[in-house]
């Protein structure tokens, strides 16, 4: 498995073909505004190959902290590949956040209500090739370890052939131990046990996921 930075990915020819992105701009302009925080964090990213470099995909990790998805979406954007999440509907409660959200394209979904139309939005999204992402866990588990909800598994049965990638992160939770730096690592595999089958247990496979994510990312409480 290989180690990256960020000069080894994304070609000035790849970057004009998707900056017509809804989105893009702004995903850029954040980046910029947070550069600091990838070297603050000491940003290493891993298994980057697993990434398909165009096409649909879906992206699952675990959400210890509020650092996880600013760190997903830098390393996946080495590859030039935007992401949209599944995030919870309380964050549009905040209006400048909820104006940042739009404006990058995020899809809200109400946690523990059967949300059908965030997750058409995410099919339709999956079927136009984008990558969306989902945390199986359904909150921030700050290291704990939670049950998996089996949202991840609707999305991978109604779109059968999109791959699945699962994305570990580590040390988001030593922003606790402020000022001390922590050390963030994003690592993206294959699910060692194969991609989603049809015939599989919602709740099996969901948990299946989350469970290799966790071998990966132990808990830190």
Not at 41 to 65: K, T
Not at 153 to 169: E, F, I, Q, T, Y
Not at 182 to 207: K, M, S, W, Y
Request: glycine share 8%.
């Amino acid at each position: 498995m290989s180690t990256s930075t960020a000069d080894e990915f994304v070609t000035p020819q790849e970057a004009i073909a998707v900056s017509a992105r809804k989105g893009w701009k702004l995903y850029q302009s954040v980046r910029l505004m947070l550069r600091w925080l990838r070297h603050w964090a000491r940003l290493e990213v891993r298994g980057l190959e697993h990434l398909p470099q165009r096409g649909a995909a879906l992206i699952v990790s675990n959400h210890d902290s509020w650092i996880d998805p600013l760190a997903i979406i830098e390393a996946m954007m080495w590859r030039g590949r935007q992401l949209r999440f599944l995030a919870k509907a309380s964050l549009w409660k905040f209006p400048p956040l909820a104006w940042i959200l739009d404006a990058a394209d995020q899809i809200p979904i109400r946690r523990g209500q059967g949300d059908l139309l965030a997750l058409e939005a995410a099919v339709d999204a999956l079927g136009r090739g984008e990558t969306i992402g989902i945390f199986p866990e359904g909150t921030l588990s700050r290291g704990e370890n939670l049950r998996a909800r089996r949202g991840v598994s609707r999305l991978a049965r109604a779109c059968p052939g999109v791959p699945v990638v699962l994305v570990a992160v580590r040390g988001g939770t030593e922003l606790k131990r402020f000022p001390h730096r922590p050390r963030v690592t994003v690592e993206f595999f294959a699910p060692e046990g194969g991609q989603p089958q049809p015939d599989e247990d919602p709740q099996g496979l969901a948990q299946r996921l989350l469970d290799e994510i966790r071998a990966k990312a132990p808990r830190t409480r």
